[in-house]
């Protein structure tokens, strides 16, 4: 089993692009950890107290009904003011190395959200800092260097455009717990009429994603580094 580390600038980005995959994932008894980098507020119905409880209800959704939860982690920078630094750097290698992770999901590199696109640059480097020996890193727990051995990137985008993955992930029986995990941030996708239209977006593109690989339903990803497989059994037929 793998450590998972699933990044999100902010609450319900990660369930928006891959709540399926995760619960895919959780129940599959791999760890998996979810790293908000921000709170996600301010927001016009939300606060950090409230938006908080809603992120432990929506990880509740997606966590199996018998083995590993799937886990919560804040990291703290501020929303909206998310900068590619050498201390924020740190801070995610860091939570990198603490939980000693295996593969890391972060957003898609091109965004209109500028904390979308400084966290993945951050990530990005994170990753190879995470590595670095004779140096802690915040955060850390004492744990020792380590080197992720794949990145890949899910789609939670600001862009009006649509995905072009090079690899889909069969999600067919974890549709509804993607879509309770979304509805779980009540002050996002419910109280705010033109929201509530997002959640029946994500059921559209699994629904798409699915029929491009014969499958009721499945999400899209991107990896800039190839993927290796031992055999063809587990592609989807």
């Given at each position: 089993m793998?450590?998972?580390?699933?990044?999100?600038?902010?609450?319900?980005?990660?369930?928006?692009?891959?709540?399926?995959?995760?619960a895919k994932l959780a129940e599959q008894g791999h760890d998996v950890l979810l790293l908000d980098v921000t709170d996600g507020e301010p927001t016009p119905y939300g606060d950090p107290a409230?938006?908080?409880?809603?992120?432990?209800?929506?990880?509740?959704?997606?966590?199996?009904?018998?083995?590993?939860?799937?886990?919560?982690?804040?990291?703290?920078?501020?929303?909206?003011?998310?900068?590619?630094?050498i201390e924020n750097r740190h801070l995610m290698a860091g939570a990198i190395r603490a939980h000693q992770t295996d593969i890391i999901f972060t957003p898609y590199f091109q965004d209109a959200h500028p904390d979308h696109r400084a966290v993945t640059r951050v990530v990005e480097d994170a990753r190879f800092d995470a590595k670095l020996t004779k140096i802690d890193m915040p955060g850390d727990d004492g744990q020792p260097p380590c080197y992720p051995k794949w990145l890949f990137?899910?789609?939670?985008?600001?862009?009006?455009?649509?995905?072009?993955?090079?690899?889909?992930?069969?999600?067919?029986?974890?549709?509804?717990?993607?879509?309770?995990?979304i509805i779980a941030?009540?002050?996002?996708?419910?109280l705010p009429e033109k929201n509530r239209k997002v959640v029946d977006w994500m059921d559209a593109s699994a629904t798409y994603f699915?029929?491009?690989?014969?499958?009721?339903?499945?999400?899209?990803f991107y990896t800039k580094e190839p993927i290796g497989f031992s055999s063809l059994d587990s592609l989807v037929m």
């Open positions: 793998a450590n998972i580390l699933v990044v999100g600038p902010h609450p319900d980005d990660q369930e928006l692009g891959m709540g399926g995959t995760i409230t938006r908080a409880k809603e992120a432990a209800a929506a990880a509740v959704a997606l966590s199996p009904a018998n083995g590993t939860p799937v886990r919560r982690r804040l990291l703290g920078l501020p929303n909206r003011e998310v900068m590619h630094t990137y899910y789609y939670a985008t600001h862009l009006r455009w649509v995905a072009d993955p090079n690899f889909l992930i069969d999600i067919t029986g974890y549709v509804e717990r993607k879509r309770e995990s941030y009540h002050t996002q996708f419910v699915g029929s491009r690989i014969g499958t009721k339903a499945a999400e899209p």
